[in-house]
T-cell receptor
Framework: DGGITQSPKYLFRKEGQNVTLSCEQN?????MYWYRQDPGQGLRLIYY???????QKGDIAEGYSVSREKKESFPLTVTSAQKNPTAFYLC??????????FGPGTRLTVL | GESVGLHLPTLSVQEGDNSIINCAYS??????FIWYKQESGKGPQFIID?????DKRQGQRVTVLLNKTVKHLSLQIAATQPGDSAVYFC??????????FGTGTSLTVIP
């Protein structure tokens, strides 16, 4: 099956902890993206990568970090510097400048 | 900055009726638009797209209309079914290849 997978589906974080959200795609897409979704708001871009070993900050990158060591993988780390991390996180991939396809999402909750 | 908005946050329709969901965008340079469907707790699912050199595009039971003069995008769903109940987002892509998403319209189909 081709597609985008995210894990875990649910994640709980204690105060002061860093957590990493996984995103994998086997669509051979060059570009990958991380978005945050909060109730009543549109998707907000955290980070994106258009090629391996390169990534750019989106609109709300503070408190987050990413890596792009492999074409198929784009993990997102939510650091303790992110003061309000409870949200639904969505990963997407695309050919550059083309349609974005989304994964199933990870719901992160701070305990 | 970019602005993508929806005229109505909620829409209720009778099963079998047609649904129309609207979206306004602010950047006249945007040249690619997508409609997504998102069910509760899941990632957005691509429905249909349109480029700025077109004003209408049809899919299975869905039609997207683009009015560049007033910067307006609409999604028409024919013979709406209970499975169509979801939140619908529009997204616009500007010349910088970033997508901007609306807050969404919640569609409820009444049996």
């Amino acid at each position: 099956d081709g597609g985008i997978t995210q894990s875990p589906k649910y994640l709980f974080r204690k105060e002061g902890q860093n957590v990493t959200l996984s995103c994998e795609q086997n669509l051979n897409h060059d570009a990958m993206y991380w978005y945050r979704q909060d109730p009543g708001q549109g998707l907000r871009l955290i980070y994106y990568s258009q090629i391996v070993n390169d990534f750019q900050k989106g609109d709300i990158a503070e408190g987050y970090s990413v890596s792009r060591e492999k074409k198929e993988s784009f993990p997102l780390t939510v650091t303790s510097a992110q003061k309000n991390p409870t949200a639904f996180y969505l990963c997407a991939s695309s050919e550059v400048a083309d349609t974005q396809y989304f994964g199933p999402g990870t719901r992160l909750t701070v305990l | 900055g970019e602005s993508v908005g929806l005229h109505l946050p909620t829409l209720s329709v009778q099963e079998g009726d047609n649904s129309i969901i609207n979206c306004a965008y602010s950047n006249s340079a945007s040249d690619y638009f997508i409609w997504y469907k998102q069910e509760s707790g899941k990632g957005p699912q691509f429905i249909i797209d349109i480029r700025s050199n077109m004003d209408k595009r049809q899919g299975q039971r869905v039609t997207v209309l683009l009015n560049k003069t007033v910067k307006h995008l609409s999604l028409q769903i024919a013979a709406t079914q209970p499975g169509d109940s979801a939140v619908y987002f529009c997204a616009e892509q500007n010349t910088g290849n970033q997508f901007y998403f609306g807050t969404g319209t919640s569609l409820t189909v009444i049996p």
